[in-house]
């Protein structure tokens, strides 16, 4: 709730307090995150960080080295896991995904707003590293069979993959209510509209 004292600051000064916010986006594999995540980042708008995170997944045939992920061996992330170089890892269908302290102390350090886009044992993990700091976003697919149909379209996935997916999706979805909110990604530009909506009000 705003108090008077924060009515009459400048409104330069209102907006100094919304610096350093982290925001987490989680979506089962297929709901439209990435897509959703490059909107954001494109918006001159929002000025957000990306939290770019290392896998050890071979890179998809449009992903870029430092903008989609940092890319390196199972050998080499753990590696970097041993030395602590993670604010948290996860192991999904069979590859690692960590998130490098480093860039997200120095974000926080600088004031700046940051965006992570990973699973939901990784959200957790953040806010409870974060709390009072984090707002964490669940987007969620129409239905489970718009969900596998979006799998099938991407075509980067074999079907014995895409049918993992979806496995995991049923029992990620379970978290959804641990969120601070949920959008349903039917329509694209809706889903973004609420997406910002959320993001600029914080
Ligand atoms: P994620 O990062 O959650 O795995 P992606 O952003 O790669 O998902 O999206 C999965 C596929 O679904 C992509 O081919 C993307 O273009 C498509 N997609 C994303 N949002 C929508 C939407 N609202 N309606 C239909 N297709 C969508
Ligand atoms: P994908 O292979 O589809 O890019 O990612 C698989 C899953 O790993 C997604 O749910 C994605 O959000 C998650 N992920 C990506 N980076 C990280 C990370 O740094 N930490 C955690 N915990 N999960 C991540």
């Not at 330069?12 to 897509?35: D, M, Y």
């Not at 959703?36 to 957000?48: A, F």
């Not at 960590?98 to 959200?123: H, M």
């Not at 909110?181 to 694209?188: A, G, R, W």
Request: with cysteine; proline share 4%.
């Amino acid at each position: 709730m705003m108090t008077e004292v924060d009515r009459n600051q400048k409104p330069e000064t209102r907006n100094q307090k919304k610096r350093g916010r982290i925001f987490v986006l989680s979506a089962p594999s297929g709901c439209g995150k990435t897509t959703l995540l490059k909107r954001l980042l494109r918006d001159k708008e929002l000025k957000l960080v990306h939290s770019i995170s290392m896998t050890s997944r071979p890179p998809r045939e449009d992903e870029k080295e430092g903008i989609d992920y940092f890319f390196l061996s199972k050998e080499a992330f753990m590696e970097k896991m041993a030395k602590g170089e993670f604010l948290e890892w996860e192991e999904n269908f069979g590859n690692f995904y960590g998130t490098p302290r480093g860039l997200v102390e120095n974000a926080i350090k600088a004031g700046e707003n940051i965006i992570f886009s990973i699973d939901v044992k990784g959200a957790m993990s953040i806010r409870k590293a974060y709390p009072g700091r984090s707002t964490l976003i669940f987007i969620l697919p129409p239905s489970l069979e718009a969900l596998e149909e979006r799998l099938k379209k991407r075509k980067t996935d074999e079907s014995y993959i895409i049918s993992n997916r979806l496995k995991i999706a049923k029992d990620e979805i379970v978290y959804k209510d641990k969120y601070d909110y949920s959008i349903v990604n039917d329509n694209l530009a809706g889903a973004y509209k609420k997406l910002k909506k959320i993001i600029t009000s914080i």
